[in-house]
């Protein structure tokens, strides 16, 4: 099947510890993102990349790093320093770098901090 | 920083009834405004809007774009059940960034 597989769905986790959620795609897309939600709020950029080996920050990058070391993946780590890390992450892609248009998005992954 | 604004935050009304949601935008080398439905995870695309005043429509919905006052509507004639979800619209830049508003919630009734 085409398209962006998330993993894990869900993910439950300490207080102090990394975990990294994964994003896969299979659409021969060059554009990934990564955004975080919040109950009932808008999606907020976390880092996006345009090609390979090359990414952005967004407007919440503190406390999260990523990597594109190849075109279909675009892991998210999601480290202690992010003070509030309970959110839903989605991560989306866009066939063209540079080309701001329809993104494609994956199923998200929740995130619950105990 | 870019940034996008959505209003109402929420709104509730009754299967039959009209619904405007508006979209403002502060964004650095504008390129495209984007509208999307989410119901339960990953939102689906509605439309793209790049021109000025070219309203685009799909059944029941349409959108438009001014580019002048940087802002766009979503417009929802003859509401139903199924329309409730949160609307999200986000301004895309010329190098491939995009920003979220933060989404209007809309409840329809029966």
């Known amino acids: 099947d085409g398209g962006i597989t998330q993993s894990p769905k869900y993910l439950f986790r300490k207080e102090g510890q990394n975990v990294t959620l994964s994003c896969e795609q299979n659409?021969?897309?060059?554009?990934m993102y990564w955004y975080r939600q919040d109950p009932g709020q808008g999606l907020r950029l976390i880092y996006y990349?345009?090609?390979?080996?090359?990414?952005q920050k967004g407007d919440i990058a503190e406390g999260y790093s990523v990597s594109r070391e190849k075109k279909e993946s675009f892991p998210l780590t999601v480290t202690s320093a992010q003070k509030n890390p309970t959110a839903f992450y989605l991560c989306?892609?866009?066939?063209?770098?540079?080309?701001?248009?329809?993104?494609?998005f994956g199923e998200g992954s929740r995130l619950t901090v105990l | 920083e870019d940034k996008v604004v959505q209003s109402p935050l929420s709104l509730v009304v009754h299967e039959g009834d009209t619904v405007t949601l508006n979209c403002s935008y502060e964004?650095?080398?504008?390129?495209?405004l984007l509208w999307y439905k989410q119901e339960k995870k990953a939102p689906t695309f509605l439309f793209m809007l790049t021109s000025s005043g070219i309203e685009k429509k799909s059944g029941r919905l349409s959108s438009i774009l001014d580019k002048k006052e940087l802002s766009s509507i979503l417009n929802i004639t003859a509401t139903q059940t199924g329309d409730s979800a949160i609307y999200l619209c986000a301004g895309g830049t010329s190098y491939g960034k995009l920003t979220f508003g933060q989404g209007t919630i809309l409840t329809v009734h029966p």
């Open positions: 964004v650095t080398n504008f390129r495209s």
């Open positions: 990349s345009q090609i390979v080996n090359d990414f």
């Open positions: 659409l021969n897309h060059d554009a």
């Open positions: 989306a892609t866009s066939w063209r770098a540079g080309n701001t248009g329809e993104l494609f």
